[in-house]
């Protein structure tokens, strides 16, 4: 077994230097082995230093074939509806591009130097520039929490032996009616005055999966915080996931007029409202 003492050794015993690709090292293997393999009436031990430099370098070279540019986030905001019934949405962004860089030839193994091209048109500076983009996202029905991933979309590789980082987009549901609790559930708050939470009132609430109608009066009197349930109205895929009704209802700003009393009361059948207080 034979011990290189450096990367850069192992490169010269191919005859290459530590810029090469990984292609350029098994080329290099192949026409070394076709000279001095011991098949090829060669040196065993001169071949084996040989096979010892390849594996050095073809791990190196790889190594730097895996290399990936950072990864670009995004968040995308849908309403309720768009979420549960999908949508095709156009995201712009902006992400690294090359420009006019190219590889340096300092001859250093793992070198992070770059030459770049100060009259460039662009006036990079550095190598790259924003480059701004426009995608087209197609988000499925009942999306309501999910990273998307786009490959290659992200800031675009400098050299040749790195690769385009992702465009990561997080989406994320807003809506000014509806809530989603952790469980799938919708919840809709709903402020009724007290006139018509004693009397009744009709609401009309545009659901993404259709019109729901409520008369209240079928339920009774509405009081405060009272909640009414519509199974397969949630954001689940079951029918146990529903929306939620909550009422507020708003009370008299100021106390009622003798006459609204007394209309109260005859309506209410009640003739003598002076009662002794009940207690649990």
Same mark, same amino acid.
């Given at each position: ?12 015993i191919?005859?290459? &230097? ?8 098994k080329?290099?293997?192949?026409n070394?082995?076709? %000279?001095?393999?011991?098949? *090829?009436?060669?040196?065993? #031990?001169?071949?084996i ?9 073809? *791990? !190196?070279?790889?190594?730097? *074939?895996? %290399? ?8 995308? +905001?849908?309403?309720?509806?768009e979420?549960y019934?999908?949508?095709? %949405?156009?995201?712009n962004?902006?992400?690294d591009k ?24 662009k ?6 520039f924003? #480059?701004t ?9 009942k ?17 040749e ?5 992702? !465009? ?12 989603i609790?952790?469980?799938?559930? !919708? ?7 007290? %006139? ?7 609401? !009309? ?12 009066w079928?339920?009774?009197? +509405? ?12 954001t689940?895929?079951? =029918?146990?996931? *529903? ?11 100021k106390?009622l007029? =003798?006459? +609204?009393r007394?209309?109260i ?14 207690? &649990?």
């Amino acid at each position: 077994m034979f011990i290189i003492e450096n990367k850069y050794s192992a490169f010269q015993i191919l005859g290459l &230097n530590n810029g090469c690709s990984a292609d350029d090292v098994k080329k290099a293997f192949k026409n070394l082995s076709l %000279k001095f393999h011991p098949d *090829k009436g060669g040196n065993n #031990d001169h071949f084996i230093k040989i096979k010892t430099a390849y594996d050095i370098c073809l *791990k !190196l070279t790889s190594q730097n *074939k895996t %290399k990936k540019m950072d990864n670009v986030s995004q968040k995308l +905001i849908l309403s309720l509806a768009e979420a549960y019934n999908g949508c095709s %949405k156009f995201l712009n962004f902006s992400a690294d591009k090359r420009c006019c860089n190219k590889r340096c030839t300092c001859g250093l193994v793992n070198c992070n130097h770059r030459i770049f091209d100060f009259n460039c048109k662009k006036r990079c500076q550095r190598g790259f520039f924003h #480059d701004t983009k426009k995608v087209e996202i197609k988000i499925p029905p009942k999306t309501f929490s999910k990273t998307i991933t786009l490959e290659g979309l992200g800031n675009q590789a400098i050299f040749e032996d790195e690769v385009d980082g992702d !465009l990561i987009i997080d989406v994320e549901v807003k809506d000014d009616v509806f809530e989603i609790l952790p469980n799938g559930d !919708l919840l809709t708050n709903i402020v009724i005055d007290w %006139k018509y939470a004693l009397a009744g009132q009709e609401i !009309l609430l545009n659901h993404p999966k259709g019109e729901i109608k409520m008369k209240t009066w079928d339920y009774g009197i +509405i009081q405060n915080n009272d909640e009414f349930y519509f199974d397969g109205y949630g954001t689940g895929e079951n =029918e146990k996931s *529903k929306l939620i009704i909550r009422f507020q209802v708003v009370k008299p700003e100021k106390p009622l007029s =003798e006459t +609204i009393r007394k209309m109260i009361l005859n309506y209410l059948h009640i003739n003598n409202h002076i009662v002794a207080p009940k207690f &649990n």
